[in-house]
């Protein structure tokens, strides 16, 4: 089934976050733009040092992403399958193709999210951990270290399971050669001070790169001033403060993801491998470490703030290998109700669980995807295609409803640094997300671009809640006075700067 899956996901097409980032690693590369100074955007260097790669090398075509995806995947399924066949060959099997699974699973709008990035360092890190007895407990710890920090130069917070690996291994080590590891002093300075410095390296290296393209004060001055106001906003896009906020937080991360289904297999997964299997005390170590890393993860989630379904994506993984332990070899003097019990949790999860991929049936029967966005991305990508002149730009007001993904497809050039337009409408008595307005609409007039493509409708994402609004009177009075609708569907205009106006 993963096989098919896998397969019948090579037609599918990137969407929602991906081809926002593919698209600014395209400014980079064709148009030598440069983070927070040539676009303004919230995501962190690493990110577009990511997308920047699979860009490049897959052309930024569909099929190449899709290439690129599951490579990522396939990697990570070596990777676990490395680290779980030490508790038997059918845990290893089950933890790596339930994951494979349940990742196709959650779609292409969840393929190549930040999240399933992260993913590779962290699973490499519990490799390292948990796999290389031979490796320098030194260099061990430095390179933990470097992993989570590459991690953490796509998403912070993703650095959560860093102490919990290096914790660990500080155990693990103390229990096979006790008189060297022991002592506070031992520890800063062959684990905490390496581990630091790892860690470090990456971080420095962002810095260093922001330093030298100019884009260091840009950088710092998103982090401070708008880092927090894009916090207030939850995963519908409200914006929330105060004690409302707090209850958001609990609520949401009391659902887990609705991932809940795996929980019944996970418990008695850690239960049995900790109680009733074969599993010597360093393996048991390892069961209480992926346990630990699974709760991490869920906390990752309220550090995030917003519960998309891609911020579960790292405690799913961990949740899931807790639940391939109910397939863990159990003592002899088991009975047999309670060999067979954890198996039929396990299959009953499994049942319950894992579905094909989306759409993997019509797919497998050669029948066609429906259009992205009912089909205006290839719309608005057809026009500007057939229409774009050498020199001309294209400036979108939308966010994830398909204008950049059109722009993406036709190779179009950003007129200004604003990539998308939901900052503007949000914490607006702020003075910062005033001066972008003014900024916005400065450059606007600058740039003269030739297109303008507003998304309306189900697929404009719009903020909401204290202090937003949907008026931007500046703009509106540029569009009325300077263009004019050109070219119209479902969902969204096309404005042309007047002069080259043609009639509907």
Not at 47 to 52: P, Q, S
Not at 182 to 201: A, E, N
Not at 236 to 241: P, R
Not at 337 to 366: C, H, Q, Y
């Amino acid at each position: 089934m993963l096989v098919l899956g896998a397969m019948a996901s090579l037609q599918w097409r990137y969407q929602h976050d991906a081809p926002i980032m593919l698209y600014l690693s395209f400014l980079m590369d064709h148009f030598h733009y440069v983070p927070y100074c040539d676009f303004f955007d919230m995501n962190l260097p690493g990110t577009y040092f990511c997308y920047y790669l699979i860009g490049r090398l897959s052309g930024y075509t569909d099929l190449g992403v899709r290439i690129a995806d599951l490579i990522i995947m396939g990697f990570v399924l070596f990777l676990n399958w490395r680290i779980m066949r030490a508790f038997g060959l059918k845990v290893a099997w089950a933890g790596s193709v339930l994951w494979g699974l349940a990742y196709l699973r959650l779609g292409p709008e969840t393929s190549l999210q930040r999240e399933a990035l992260v993913l590779v360092p962290i699973v490499a890190a519990v490799y390292l951990s948990t796999s290389l007895e031979k490796l320098n407990f030194t260099l061990k710890s430095t390179a933990l270290g470097l992993l989570f920090g590459i991690a953490a130069t796509i998403k912070p917070h993703a650095a959560i399971g860093l102490p919990l690996l290096l914790l660990f291994i500080i155990v693990d080590h103390k229990k096979n050669k006790p008189d060297n590891s022991s002592g506070l002093r031992t520890i800063i300075k062959f684990y905490l001070l390496p581990s630091i410095i790892g860690f470090s390296i990456p971080l420095i290296a962002v810095l260093l790169y922001l330093a030298a393209v100019g884009a260091l004060a840009p950088f710092f001055d998103i982090a401070v001033n708008y880092w927090r106001l894009y916090a207030h906003l939850t995963g519908n896009h409200e914006s929330i403060i105060g004690y409302k906020r707090i209850t958001y937080l609990l609520q949401n991360y009391r659902n887990l993801g609705e991932f809940t289904i795996w929980f019944a297999a996970a418990v008695v997964g850690v239960f049995i491998s900790l109680y009733h299997s074969t599993l010597n005390s360093a393996l048991k170590r390892q069961v209480i470490l992926l346990a630990g890393l699974t709760f991490c993860y869920s906390i990752y989630t309220l550090l995030a703030g917003q519960f998309w379904s891609y911020h579960w994506l790292l405690f799913l993984f961990f949740l899931i290998q807790l639940c391939s332990l109910t397939l863990v070899r159990q003592n002899k003097d088991s009975t047999k109700g309670e060999r067979l019990f954890p198996i039929a949790v396990f299959l009953l999860t499994v049942v319950l669980a894992v579905n094909p991929p989306p759409d993997s049936a019509m797919l497998l029967f050669e029948h066609k995807l429906p259009a992205i966005k009912s089909g205006q991305v290839d719309e608005i990508a057809v026009y500007l295609q057939a229409n774009l002149r050498p020199g001309d730009t294209v400036q979108p007001l939308d966010w994830t409803g398909g204008a950049v993904h059109a722009l993406l497809i036709s190779r179009a050039k950003l007129a200004t640094r604003f990539v998308y337009d939901f900052h503007f409408y949000h914490d607006i008595s702020n003075p910062y997300i005033q001066n972008l307005r003014k900024e916005f609409i400065s450059e606007l007039k600058a740039a003269q671009p030739r297109f303008i493509v507003q998304i309306f409708g189900e697929n404009k994402r719009w903020v909401y809640g204290a202090d937003t609004t949907r008026e931007f009177q500046e703009l509106q009075s540029l569009l009325d006075q300077t263009y004019g609708v050109i070219a119209k569907g479902d969902g969204y205009y096309i404005y042309e700067l007047r002069g080259g106006l043609e009639k509907l």
